[in-house]
């Protein structure tokens, strides 16, 4: 299985936009009252909102290819503390989605494996996030070493009250948890 990790430049800026509305849709439009993801959307997967974030030295956005199809994204914010760690230990994995189609391919597991080669690279010594308390990416993060620090609340008015619980997760980065050769 050839799995290739790009970063995003401005000629691929509306590819990650499609891709991540697209994927995010697929496994979260249960959240929204109406079924109706608009204000993420807005918030996240626009050809303006994508360039400002190109241009911020924190924020990296990345495509995900299987077999040289583009199947996912990945957004890391550097500098973003969390708990008593400072801003300089820690990278936020912000945003992790993959097509349903390749769901369940060893994909995300091979993309979590890969952050924690960018952490090393970048001399960060945790990764963290956020996910919802129901649905199968608590599952996954577990799986895949990541525990849970504390709960919170999604903040979008339009998100159903029942589906705002999330928890915070984070992994400590060692250089033996990390296998995936960095491009």
């Given at each position: 299985?050839?799995?290739?990790?790009?970063?995003?430049?401005?000629?691929?800026?509306?590819?990650?936009?499609?891709?991540?509305?697209?994927?995010?849709?697929?496994?979260?439009?249960?959240?929204?009252?109406?079924?109706?993801?608009?204000?993420?959307?807005?918030?996240?997967?626009?050809?303006?909102?994508?360039?400002?974030?190109?241009?911020?030295?924190?924020?990296?956005?990345?495509?995900?290819?299987?077999?040289?199809?583009?199947?996912?994204?990945?957004?890391?914010?550097?500098?973003?503390?969390?708990?008593?760690?400072?801003?300089?230990?820690?990278?936020?994995?912000?945003?992790?989605?993959?097509l349903h189609k390749f769901s369940?391919?060893?994909?995300?597991?091979?993309?979590?494996?890969?952050?924690?080669?960018?952490?090393?690279?970048?001399?960060?010594?945790?990764?963290?996030?956020?996910?919802?308390?129901?649905?199968?990416?608590?599952?996954?993060?577990?799986?895949?070493?990541?525990?849970?620090?504390?709960?919170?609340?999604?903040?979008?008015?339009?998100?159903?009250?029942?589906?705002?619980?999330?928890?915070?997760?984070?992994?400590?980065?060692?250089p033996q948890n990390s296998q995936?050769?960095?491009?």
């Amino acid at each position: 299985m050839e799995i290739k990790i790009e970063e995003v430049s401005n000629k691929t800026c509306r590819l990650y936009c499609k891709l991540g509305t697209k994927a995010y849709k697929e496994h979260y439009l249960h959240l929204w009252q109406n079924n109706d993801p608009a204000p993420y959307i807005e918030k996240s997967f626009t050809i303006d909102v994508v360039k400002d974030e190109l241009k911020d030295n924190s924020v990296s956005l990345w495509l995900i290819y299987h077999e040289n199809t583009a199947v996912g994204i990945l957004k890391l914010i550097k500098d973003a503390p969390i708990a008593s760690h400072a801003s300089k230990e820690v990278v936020l994995l912000e945003k992790i989605y993959i097509l349903h189609k390749f769901s369940g391919k060893g994909i995300g597991s091979f993309a979590l494996r890969w952050v924690e080669t960018y952490c090393l690279k970048a001399n960060r010594q945790l990764i963290w996030l956020e996910t919802m308390q129901k649905g199968a990416a608590l599952n996954f993060y577990l799986k895949n070493g990541y525990h849970i620090i504390r709960e919170k609340k999604l903040k979008f008015d339009q998100v159903l009250e029942k589906q705002k619980p999330m928890y915070i997760l984070y992994k400590k980065v060692k250089p033996q948890n990390s296998q995936v050769v960095f491009n």
